[in-house]
């Protein structure tokens, strides 16, 4: 198979795409991009460290990602079943689910980072 850049950019264009379609509509991803924002700001404003900022990163990407394949999952269940349905639900459910491991872990370990900068330990 031949190396198609101009493929590899348009699946780039599409996947921008998919990530700009949930952007202001999804009350979640908004919820977690401000959050984003604010924790930008506090890292520059109380400098934290090279490490520290790979932490932050991580956590920050693990947690949007999870939210563009809970939105995308959600989409698919109204998809293939638009009338309700007990393992439609659930589908639903365990995604969100999914989405709040990931939210409570960063959060946990955004404390664990900035507290000390807060506290002077
Ligand atoms: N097709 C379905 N069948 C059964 N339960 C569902 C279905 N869709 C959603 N639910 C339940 O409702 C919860 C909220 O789902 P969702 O956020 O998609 O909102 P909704 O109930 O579909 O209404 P709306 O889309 O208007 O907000 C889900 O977590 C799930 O528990």
Redesign the pocket.
């Known amino acids: 198979m031949q190396y198609d850049f101009k493929k590899q950019l348009r699946s780039f264009g599409y996947a921008w795409q998919g990530i700009l379609s949930c952007v202001g509509k999804e009350q979640n991803l908004s919820f977690h991009l401000i959050a984003t924002v604010i924790v930008i700001i506090a890292g520059f404003v109380l400098g934290i460290t090279h490490t520290e900022w790979t932490v932050i990163i991580l956590c920050i990407s693990i947690v949007i990602a999870a939210e563009l394949f809970n939105t995308a999952i959600?989409k698919l269940?109204?998809l293939v079943?638009?009338?309700?349905?007990?393992?439609?639900?659930?589908v639903?459910?365990i995604a969100?689910g999914a989405v709040l491991v990931c939210a409570v872990a960063a959060a946990i370990i955004g404390l664990i980072i900035f507290i000390p900068y807060f506290s002077g330990l």
Do not use: C, F, L, Y
Not at 81 to 90: F, T
């Open positions: 959600e269940v109204d079943s638009p009338e309700r349905h007990p393992i439609a639900g659930q639903k459910d969100a």
